[in-house]
């Protein structure tokens, strides 16, 4: 037998000018001489076939195209783990010939004469980064790490420091590899493994202690369903934080009570889940409290009931197929939700309405909402958006049995549905009068908000009438003309007539006042912030 062959195996990995793939046969092919390995790459369009050649199959691929046959000496089988931490933080003895040498390091001037360039203080900064005792952060990242052979006093001895790993795109072929890695670095708790084709144990249970000290975990785009993922639970029973984007994960379904039990955070973008059927299980999960959803072709949310994802403080569900405001209604459900991502879906992208309008109600429907899309949530935002939800969706409330006597209101079971938290919202804020429900003309007369501006450095009070439209700023280069103070040096605020509304700020220039809800009657606080 070839050389070349004697150290490959099937099941082990290789890389073929940077492309990875897994042994799945070694030996000779009719009709052709010599020993061939049969390779199925990560990257099905580099294959030719399935695993067949002259109509005789060798291998099996997962795809059609999956397969190629290579001579053994073509292909790379990768380096030790410690042989590549030494070649990318390990010292270089020769410091003066790699930073003087006239090919590596020079410029030239402007008589065309190469003037060679000296490192200043390079043999420091080459000591510093070969301590490898002190790394605490390393990346090997595409380097072929395929094992851990070197002697255990190698890893031990120099690498006793590291806390987070990068071994993501490599050719480690097993978790029993990773396992006695992990094993001999006692401060490792985030460990990448992505882009990896990772074989999993027979027996998860038995490498669980080898983990004990791992805490976050990525295996993005690994090739895993979800019972695969379940496996790693099982092989992970410390882990807080599971990023799983880009693989074959279509179902969820019910969670060993052994799995994910202090998982706090868990990625699962861009796998095709399609129905929030599939990701109710989760909901179990005692305390889990960001879940990222992104691109993951989903189409509705169910919450079942409010017990269900009762930890969950952040949902990402950007770039998705919502379309209807009955799926954000069963947000209401999430109790401690804080946090939510909801662009680029078509709730969110509807024509018929501004995307203000639209960021209004979303803050309204979700009563603790602090972060949306990323932007937070002001409390005069959270204000105005109330009081306009209660305009909004006041004729509607009556028609299906509102009442502004509190003992005769009895709005419909449908009504109620569609909007969840109305009834609150009259409590917080009085049932909406019926001025206050009706249409606004668009004529400028009946735009016009009669309000008192009052500076309170001088105790000063105007009656003016002003367009609903005006943004903060255009209200403080009116404010500026009247009481001499430049919009810079101003605070705004205002207070509603209503027994016992709050003074609400006045905190965005591009904000309009029909955006806070300022209404007639309404007062105008100016304070002045002086700069010395």
């Given at each position: 037998m070839?050389?070349?062959?004697i150290?490959i195996?099937?099941?082990m990995?290789?890389?073929?000018?940077?492309n990875?793939g897994?042994v799945?046969?070694?030996?000779?092919?009719?009709?052709s001489?010599?020993?061939w390995?049969?390779?199925?790459w990560d990257e099905?369009?580099?294959g030719r076939?399935?695993g067949?050649?002259?109509?005789?199959?060798?291998?099996s691929?997962?795809?059609?195209t999956?397969?190629s046959f290579?001579r053994?000496?073509?292909v790379?089988?990768?380096?030790?783990?410690?042989?590549a931490l030494?070649?990318?933080?390990?010292?270089?003895?020769d410091v003066d010939?790699i930073?003087?040498n006239?090919?590596?390091m020079f410029?030239v001037g402007?008589?065309?004469?190469?003037?060679t360039?000296?490192?200043?203080?390079a043999?420091?900064?080459?000591?510093?980064q070969?301590q490898?005792?002190k790394?605490s952060?390393?990346?090997?990242?595409?380097?072929?790490v395929?094992?851990?052979q070197?002697?255990?006093?190698?890893?031990?001895?120099?690498?006793?420091?590291?806390?987070?790993?990068d071994?993501?795109n490599t050719?480690?072929?097993?978790?029993?590899?990773?396992?006695t890695?992990?094993e001999?670095?006692?401060k490792?708790?985030v460990?990448?493994?992505s882009?990896?084709?990772?074989?999993l144990p027979?027996?998860?249970?038995s490498l669980?202690?080898?983990?004990?000290?791992?805490?976050n975990l990525?295996?993005?785009r690994?090739?895993y369903?979800?019972?695969?993922?379940?496996?790693?639970g099982?092989?992970?029973?410390?882990?807080?934080?599971?990023h799983?984007?880009?693989?074959?994960?279509k179902?969820?379904?019910?969670?060993?009570s052994?799995?994910f039990?202090r998982?706090e955070?868990f990625?699962?973008?861009?796998?095709?889940?399609?129905?929030?059927?599939?990701v109710?299980?989760l909901?179990?999960?005692?305390c889990?409290q960001?879940?990222i959803l992104?691109?993951?072709?989903?189409?509705n949310i169910i919450?079942?009931t409010?017990?269900?994802?009762?930890?969950?403080?952040s949902?990402s569900l950007?770039t998705?197929?919502?379309s209807?405001?009955?799926d954000?209604n069963?947000?209401?459900?999430?109790?401690n939700?804080?946090e939510l991502?909801?662009?680029k879906?078509?709730v969110t992208?509807?024509?018929?309405?501004s995307?203000e309008t639209i960021?209004q109600l979303l803050?309204?429907k979700?009563p603790?909402?602090?972060?949306?899309n990323?932007s937070?949530?002001a409390?005069?935002?959270?204000?105005?958006?109330?009081?306009?939800?209660?305009?909004?969706?006041?004729v509607?409330?009556?028609?299906?049995?509102?009442?502004r006597?509190?003992?005769?209101?009895?709005?419909s079971?449908?009504f109620?549905?569609?909007?969840?938290?109305?009834n609150?919202?009259?409590?917080?804020?009085?049932?909406?009068e019926?001025g206050?429900l009706e249409?606004k003309?668009?004529?400028?007369?009946?735009a016009?908000?009669?309000?008192?501006?009052?500076c309170i450095?001088?105790?000063?009070q105007?009656?003016?009438?002003?367009p609903?439209?005006?943004?903060?700023?255009?209200?403080?280069a009116m404010?500026?003309?009247?009481?001499k103070?430049?919009?810079?040096?101003?605070k705004?605020?205002y207070?509603s007539n209503k027994?016992g509304?709050?003074?609400i700020?006045?905190?965005n220039?591009?904000?309009?006042?029909?955006?806070?809800s300022?209404e007639?009657?309404?007062?105008?606080?100016v304070?002045?912030?002086?700069?010395y």
């Amino acid at each position: 037998m070839e050389e070349s062959v004697i150290n490959i195996g099937v099941g082990m990995r290789v890389s073929y000018y940077s492309n990875h793939g897994t042994v799945r046969y070694v030996g000779s092919l009719t009709s052709s001489a010599g020993s061939w390995l049969g390779i199925e790459w990560d990257e099905a369009s580099r294959g030719r076939h399935d695993g067949s050649h002259n109509g005789t199959k060798y291998f099996s691929t997962s795809s059609p195209t999956g397969g190629s046959f290579i001579r053994p000496k073509k292909v790379d089988t990768g380096v030790a783990f410690f042989d590549a931490l030494i070649g990318r933080y390990g010292k270089v003895e020769d410091v003066d010939r790699i930073v003087n040498n006239k090919n590596d390091m020079f410029v030239v001037g402007d008589n065309k004469k190469v003037v060679t360039v000296t490192m200043v203080g390079a043999s420091k900064i080459n000591d510093k980064q070969s301590q490898l005792d002190k790394l605490s952060e390393v990346s090997l990242s595409g380097l072929n790490v395929s094992c851990c052979q070197s002697p255990s006093s190698d890893i031990q001895n120099n690498c006793n420091n590291i806390m987070i790993l990068d071994l993501s795109n490599t050719l480690l072929s097993a978790w029993t590899m990773v396992a006695t890695l992990v094993e001999q670095l006692p401060k490792l708790h985030v460990l990448n493994l992505s882009d990896n084709r990772l074989e999993l144990p027979h027996n998860p249970v038995s490498l669980s202690f080898k983990f004990s000290n791992l805490s976050n975990l990525y295996l993005n785009r690994v090739g895993y369903d979800w019972s695969q993922v379940l496996l790693c639970g099982l092989m992970l029973p410390g882990l807080t934080a599971l990023h799983v984007c880009y693989n074959n994960i279509k179902t969820i379904s019910s969670i060993d009570s052994r799995c994910f039990q202090r998982l706090e955070t868990f990625n699962l973008s861009g796998n095709e889940l399609v129905d929030w059927n599939y990701v109710v299980a989760l909901g179990q999960l005692p305390c889990l409290q960001y879940l990222i959803l992104q691109e993951c072709s989903l189409g509705n949310i169910i919450i079942p009931t409010t017990e269900s994802f009762s930890t969950l403080t952040s949902l990402s569900l950007s770039t998705n197929n919502i379309s209807e405001w009955s799926d954000v209604n069963e947000l209401f459900k999430v109790k401690n939700l804080t946090e939510l991502k909801l662009s680029k879906n078509p709730v969110t992208q509807s024509s018929a309405m501004s995307p203000e309008t639209i960021r209004q109600l979303l803050v309204a429907k979700l009563p603790k909402l602090q972060l949306l899309n990323g932007s937070m949530v002001a409390h005069g935002e959270r204000h105005g958006a109330e009081i306009d939800y209660l305009k909004r969706f006041g004729v509607e409330w009556l028609r299906a049995g509102g009442n502004r006597d509190p003992g005769m209101t009895q709005a419909s079971v449908e009504f109620l549905r569609e909007h969840p938290r109305y009834n609150d919202l009259i409590t917080k804020f009085g049932a909406p009068e019926d001025g206050e429900l009706e249409v606004k003309s668009s004529a400028l007369k009946n735009a016009l908000i009669s309000v008192v501006i009052h500076c309170i450095a001088t105790d000063k009070q105007l009656s003016k009438k002003i367009p609903g439209s005006f943004t903060v700023q255009k209200l403080k280069a009116m404010i500026s003309r009247l009481f001499k103070i430049q919009p810079s040096e101003m605070k705004l605020s205002y207070t509603s007539n209503k027994p016992g509304a709050p003074k609400i700020e006045l905190d965005n220039d591009l904000r309009t006042l029909y955006f806070y809800s300022v209404e007639t009657d309404d007062t105008i606080l100016v304070e002045q912030s002086l700069k010395y």
